[in-house]
């Protein structure tokens, strides 16, 4: 998908040229405050420099035509430079677009009537709530949830990933995306979104610019450069009537120029690239934002709450030992063990039969093909087989097995001890009653999830794991990962419980889920990420989905929504203390002839002051391209705390602002002394 966004965007570069013109239409330039009034300046100087009789004894006796087509001239790039910005933002955002609407496209589906029987119809005539059936081979119509049977299919056109992906029902893993393809297998679904609003709609309406709306800090933000763009505006409208109480003359081209100048105009002239290029960067990581708002606020996130299962652990638990009980032998209880999960067909059931067979166990065929299954109920808490001469073969937790009145030995029951001690599940093996032996199911920690735990860390994030399994596997996991926090044998209330708990100390939470139990938690949270292998529920209580389904991705979302914070706060200290030198190289010029005290100020020592004014208007025009790429692809984030991040960035952005100002103007000054009469 990117690599098809990137062959668009050389085309939409030159849109972003033509687009940019746009922007000087008056209700467009009205959107922007401070690039307003610096477009309300331009035509005021047009007007001033090509019908100066306008204007009569307002421009003084020193009027200089060339001295005001140069400031008009400067102030149309100033605004071109602005409108260029936001369009390069928005061309990206449609290289996006683009390349996403390829995947979009009418297709052939077959719909299952009320009577069973399949008609084959548009997959725009399809609604919610319409039952199809998916066959090997076809592409996927529509988005849809698996109601029987079971699917492979191949999503690496929408999500990237390159493995085939087993959907089924009964499970987490019965959603299905629009667009992708049956590999194998034939199942009826259930339509989840109706034509127009399925998951790749969402993904092309979030990167188009008309539904990216300002985030609250960008409002807090735009309303503070309001408030200083109209205090400089009395500012300089009240030094006209001051000259002249004080009988001085004040150019009203320089005024215009000052107002420009002290106008935090490069941070106003890239805000809207930076919101919009957020949102880009958003659906590079494959993940559905429902708003801006939820982007920006992983950014401000301080407590993450991580279920166990499928986010810090891989999620199926597999066999990685079997003990025998005292005075079996190691060659039977291979044998039980192989018989018990022999017709199990779960994760674990395969795992101790592969974990038997590597040990040695062999069992014939004929004697597993006519086994009797026995399926695991909430109420047994057991399954296993039967063979056809009455031997019954389970397993199943030590609770289940001492109610049916299994009676453990010591020896086993120490063995179970020390496995839940390290996170372990035991389960105890049994033949007619009497136990054989144990084995030891294991969650695979998912490799390098203990490094991201410590990058949120160094973020600031606190966080919490929840879990349904027992204390001692919780204690044990939670001890390897780093975790801050954890609540064993958590039921969907409890999630909630500490979700609201932790709003309540004013913390933004943010939560990852998948199951129709997440879906109260991940609605309840400040940010929701939903797994899009998961429920409809959960996906529709989120605000975020993963189409990778991959719950650490949230980690990603928050170093994002961080980015996007940083980027915002880096450009704007970087255009307040650009506007800081400007001080030095445009007051002097204007007013040390009245003021000579003001001369102290010109330590850049630009003479005449025409070309001190000149030469600041050019550098406040050109740093707005200069620093694009860096609105674009956002100021560079690193994993630590706020104090160090601050620190940093008032060094890289503060300072090379001061210091890029001081030694741009002096360079523009001495470039066009070199030509100026």
Not at 127 to 152: F, N, S, W, Y
Not at 669 to 676: Q, T
């Amino acid at each position: 998908m990117l690599s098809e966004a990137k062959m668009h965007a050389r085309k939409y570069r030159r849109d972003a040229i033509a687009g940019s013109f746009i922007g000087f239409l008056p209700q467009k330039a009205f959107r922007n405050p401070v690039m307003f009034v610096v477009y309300l300046s331009t035509i005021l100087m047009a007007l001033m420099t090509f019908i100066p009789s306008l204007f009569k004894g307002t421009l003084g006796s020193d009027y200089n035509f060339y001295f005001y087509l140069y400031i008009t001239i400067i102030l149309f790039f100033t605004l071109w430079f602005a409108n260029f910005s936001e369009s390069l933002a928005d061309a990206q955002g449609k290289a996006n677009a683009e390349s996403l609407k390829g995947l979009r496209s009418e297709t052939e589906a077959r719909k299952v009537s009320a009577d069973g029987s399949v008609v084959k119809v548009n997959s725009g005539e399809l609604r919610k709530g319409d039952i199809i059936l998916l066959k090997e081979g076809e592409t996927v119509p529509i988005d849809c949830q698996l109601v029987e049977g079971a699917v492979v299919l191949n999503e690496s056109m929408m999500t990237g990933e390159s493995e085939p992906q087993v959907k089924e029902t009964g499970g987490d893993k019965d959603s299905a995306l629009g667009g992708t393809i049956v590999l194998s297998g034939e199942a009826k679904a259930r339509v989840s979104n109706d034509p127009g609003r399925t998951f790749l709609d969402q993904m092309i309406n979030l990167v188009e610019s008309a539904n990216r709306q300002k985030t609250q800090n960008e409002i807090a933000l735009t309303q503070l450069l309001i408030a200083l763009s109209m205090a400089l505006i009395v500012v300089i409208a009240t030094l006209i009537p001051a000259s002249q109480f004080f009988k001085f003359a004040v150019d009203t081209g320089a005024l215009i120029a000052l107002l420009i100048c002290l106008l935090p105009t490069t941070i106003g002239a890239l805000l809207p690239s930076i919101r919009i290029a957020g949102v880009n960067r958003v659906v590079r990581y494959n993940v559905i934002a429902k708003s801006g708002k939820a982007v920006e606020t992983a950014g401000d996130l301080d407590v993450l709450i991580l279920d166990k299962t499928g986010t810090i652990t891989i999620g199926n638990r597999v066999a990685t030992k079997i003990v025998p009980s005292p005075g079996k032998t190691e060659k039977d209880v291979l044998e039980t063990a192989y018989l018990s999960s022999a017709l199990d067909t779960t994760p674990e059931g395969v795992s101790t039969m592969k974990l038997a067979h590597a040990r040695g166990a062999r069992v014939d065929k004929q004697v597993i093909s006519e086994l009797k299954g026995v399926r695991f109920t909430a109420e047994t808490r057991m399954s296993g087989s039967d063979t056809p001469d009455g031997t019954r073969i389970r397993k199943g937790s030590a609770d289940a097995m001492e109610k049916a009145g299994v009676v453990i030995p010591p020896a086993l029951r120490r063995e179970m001890h020390d496995a839940s001690m390290e996170g372990s599940t035991p389960l105890l093996l049994a033949k007619n009653g009497e136990v054989e032996g144990l084995i030891i199911l294991q969650d695979i920690i998912k490799p390098g999830i203990d490094a991201r735990i410590a990058e949120l860390k160094n973020m600031g994030i606190r966080t919490i794991m929840v879990t349904g399994d027992n204390f001692l596997t919780a204690q044990s996991i939670a001890k390897k990962v780093g975790v801050d926090e954890f609540r064993a044998e958590a039921t969907p209330r409890d999630k909630m419980e500490i979700i609201v708990r932790e709003q309540s100390k004013n913390h933004l939470i943010a939560m990852t889920g998948d199951g129709s139990n997440d879906a109260p938690a991940l609605a309840q949270a400040d940010v929701g990420l939903a797994m899009n292998s998961g429920t409809a529920v959960a996906k529709d209580a989120a605000n975020m989905v993963d189409l990778d389904s991959d719950p650490t991705k949230l980690i990603e979302v928050v170093a994002l929504g961080k980015q996007l914070l940083i980027t915002r706060g880096a450009l704007t200290t970087f255009s307040i203390t650009n506007d800081v030198a400007k001080y030095f190289a445009i007051i002097p010029a204007i007013f040390s002839a009245f003021l000579p005290a003001l001369g102290a100020l010109n330590i850049l020592h630009i003479e005449p002051p025409s070309l001190a004014v000149l030469s600041t208007l050019i550098f406040n025009a050109i740093i707005i391209p200069i620093l694009i790429p860096v609105s674009m692809r956002g100021a560079r984030f690193q994993a630590t705390d706020a104090p160090t991040l601050l620190r940093r960035n008032m060094i890289i952005y503060g300072l090379g602002g001061l210091i890029s100002a001081f030694v741009g103007i002096k360079l523009l000054a001495m470039l066009l002394g070199l030509f100026y009469v």
